[in-house]
Each structure stands twice: as structure tokens, then as C-alpha cells.
């Protein structure tokens, strides 16, 4: 019974503990009184609490704050610098590294573009961005705090990457390979569910409880925020929605089906379009930008085929909009840099074809975030990971 008790109250303490911490993250600064007041704790328990934060160096003192009447009160402030996190894209042709602070602020970044490389080439860039990163991070009392990937594919519950059939992977333990090389704690996710993340936590969807995050680039996935939670599914495959058949005798799509939703609506659409029209750019790793370009000068081939895409767009859009009812649509990735010539005809389109009342309250925006959603999301990952481990052991995925 001893043991029971001495273990209930240590569990408690953490509790606590996590509570107070939380409440200074959220509301940095804010004096000790105030804390015990929001958290409905006594103002010994808050301030030992503080103390154990303050030796380890996740907050600090700053001040004083203004006064209610009596002497003014020390200010207590989360310390942002306590560590770094590693948030990685890896797209299908480019890996986006960025360097943050634990609350999400970029502080390097890194990014290259390739073609057609295999893992262990990609592997090889990847280590490489990932020691320039480690290397750019300022002395902290914790360093670099965890590395977060973002990969297009399916990844299972283990964080092992099933298939990225874009990338032409099957059964990769990256994690596992990262770890080895780094000696970090590192988390792999699927890049919609990353995007969705970041997006909740750093961009345009802070507000809302229920939202589909669409990120659409030589691919498309979709991330899938419900009740506030992130939704991974049963298995964690949820959001494998690029690959929904909106044309049942479609051309064969790389994951050995035929008609899948990305063939028609993203970066892969927009290349076999400009082949067709006998487009070609000096950078095959853009073509996009170079559409962008053109549609800005105005050529019809160019703003057709993004009007065609927007289209495309919206028809797996009112699949998922009259599926879940979100309050709110995001679109992210590369073709979001689209925006000005894809908005109107997707909005017309989801407004003609969508069921009204799968309408009612919806909002369709364009991420402004743009290309570093999943990045974002990956640092943020890791870091909420490390604060979570830090006070009870569990790692615990949680929104906010």
C-alpha cells in the first residue's frame, strides 16, 4: 500500500507539474499567483512546481509585473530556447529542412530539389541537411530535441513507411536508419497528417475543431483533424485520399490503380497538361513555378490548365466535404502557390456541386503557410513529444 501511495503521489505531482508548465506556455508571462489561480492549485505547490521548471531550465524569471496593489510580482516565461526541433519535408522531389525553437519559430532552414534519386541517394541528402541543421543550433540547455520527417506515403503505427509509391519505396525503416545515424529521438508521419499539424498549431487553422487539410504536390494527401484530434484511423492509414478513383477506366496511377484522385488534380496533372501543349521549362524540377509565371502573363494554355486542375480539385473536395462535414478546408503544398488562378473555379465548383447543407458554415482557404505546412508540423511534433515525455512518460499526440 506504501508503494501504491508513494506511486499515486508522484503521478499527481507530474500532473500537476505538466499543468503548471502548460499554463506558462500558453499564457507566457504570468506570475506564480496567477497561475495558482488558473489552475486551482495552492500557491506552495505552484511555486515548488516552479522552482523544479526553473532548475531545469524549461522557464525563467523576467520582471516584475504590473502591480494589483501590493508589491509587484517576478514573471515567469517559457523558455523557447531550451532546445531545438528538426522539422524535414520530404517531398517526391525535394527535401525542406527548417530549424526551430520549441515554440515553433524558424531558425534555419535548408532545402534541395532532385529527380529520380534512389533511397540511398535521398538518404544521403537527407543526413546531410540534417547535420547542417544540428550544427546551425545555438548551445541550449537541451540541444537538439528530436527530428520529425514528413514522408508522402503510407506509414504504419510503427513508423514504418509501407509504401510511397511516388517515391517508389516499400517497407522502409527510416526511423530507424536516422536514429542510428544521430542518436535523436525521430518521429515519421505521413506529410498530410504533418501539414494538418502545422496548420492547427502555426497557420490558418488555429481556430477550428473539424478540418481537412489537402496537400496537393506531385501528389495528393489529406490530413484529417476530427473533434479537435488528429485522426489517423485504425491501422494510422487514414487520409490516403489522392488515391480515391474519381474515374473507374482513369489512367494507371503509380500505386497500381487506375483513375486515382492525383492523376488528374496536382503537380502530376499540371506536367502531363503542359506536355501536351508542348510546354517545356530550362528547370524540370518546377515546372510549376514556370506555369505560374506564364499564367501571370496571361497565356490561355497556362490559366486553362488551372482551371482544368481546379475542377479536378474539387470534385475529391465535395467527396471529402459530404463525407465528414468539416468546418473548414485547407489547401496546402507547392500548388497552393496557385491560389490566384485556382480559387475562383474551385470555390464555384464546390459551391455547384457540393450538397447545400454540407455547405452550411464551411470555409475554404488556401494555407499561409504555403510549402512549409508539413515542416512545421514535424518540429512540432518532436517538440511536443520531448515536453510530454519530460513530465510523464507518455507520448501523447494531443492538439491544442
Given at each position: ?145 528530436g527530428i520529425g520527417v514528413a514522408v508522402p506515403g503510407i506509414v504504419n ?244
Open positions: 500500500m506504501k508503494t501504491n501511495r508513494t506511486w499515486n503521489q508522484y503521478v499527481v505531482k507530474q500532473e500537476n507539474k505538466s499543468l503548471v508548465f502548460n499554463t506558462i506556455r500558453q499564457d507566457t508571462p504570468i506570475s506564480r499567483a496567477e497561475i495558482a489561480q488558473q489552475v486551482g492549485l495552492n500557491k506552495g505547490t505552484v511555486s515548488s512546481l516552479v522552482s523544479e521548471l526553473i532548475n531545469e531550465e524549461l522557464i525563467g524569471e523576467v520582471g516584475p509585473g504590473e502591480s494589483s496593489g501590493g508589491r509587484r510580482p517576478v514573471m515567469l516565461f517559457f523558455n523557447k530556447k531550451a532546445g531545438y526541433s528538426i522539422g524535414i519535408d520530404l517531398g517526391v522531389n525535394y527535401i525542406l529542412g527548417v530549424l526551430t525553437d520549441l515554440q515553433g519559430n524558424i531558425l534555419k532552414q535548408k532545402q534541395i530539389m532532385f529527380d529520380n534519386l534512389t533511397y540511398e541517394e535521398i538518404l544521403a541528402h537527407l543526413n546531410e541537411i540534417i547535420q547542417k541543421l544540428i550544427t546551425s543550433a545555438a548551445q541550449s540547455p537541451y540541444g537538439v530535441i503505427k510503427e513508423e514504418k513507411i509501407l509504401l510511397a509509391p511516388n517515391l517508389n519505396w516499400r517497407n522502409i525503416s527510416l526511423k530507424e536508419e536516422l536514429q542510428n545515424q544521430f542518436n535523436i529521438p525521430v518521429i515519421i508521419e505521413n506529410e498530410a497528417n504533418a501539414g494538418a499539424y502545422g496548420e492547427v498549431q502555426f497557420g490558418i487553422g488555429k481556430e477550428n475543431k473539424e478540418i481537412v487539410y489537402v496537400s496537393v504536390g506531385v501528389g495528393i494527401g489529406v490530413g484529417l483533424v476530427l473533434n479537435n484530434q488528429l485522426y489517423k484511423g485504425n491501422n494510422g492509414f487514414s487520409g490516403e485520399m489522392g488515391h480515391m478513383t474519381i474515374d473507374a477506366h482513369g489512367a494507371k496511377c503509380s500505386c497500381g490503380s487506375e483513375g486515382c484522385w492525383e492523376l488528374y488534380a496536382s503537380e502530376k496533372a499540371l506536367i502531363q497538361l503542359a506536355k501536351k501543349n508542348n510546354i517545356h521549362t530550362s528547370d524540370p524540377y518546377d515546372l510549376l513555378s514556370h506555369m505560374i509565371q506564364l499564367a501571370k502573363n496571361n497565356d490561355p494554355v497556362a490559366l486553362e490548365a488551372f482551371n482544368e486542375i481546379s475542377k479536378y480539385l474539387a470534385i475529391g473536395i465535395n467527396n471529402i466535404v459530404n463525407s465528414f462535414n468539416p468546418e473548414q478546408v485547407i489547401i496546402g503544398n507547392r500548388m497552393s502557390a496557385a491560389k490566384q488562378w485556382l480559387e475562383k473555379p474551385l470555390l464555384d465548383s464546390i459551391n455547384n456541386k457540393s450538397l447545400w447543407f454540407s455547405q452550411k458554415d464551411l470555409k475554404v482557404d488556401f494555407s499561409n503557410l504555403h510549402t512549409h505546412s508539413n515542416a512545421l508540423g514535424m518540429a512540432a511534433f518532436s517538440a511536443e513529444k520531448f515536453l510530454e515525455v519530460n513530465f510523464s512518460g507518455n507520448e501523447v499526440m494531443i492538439i491544442k
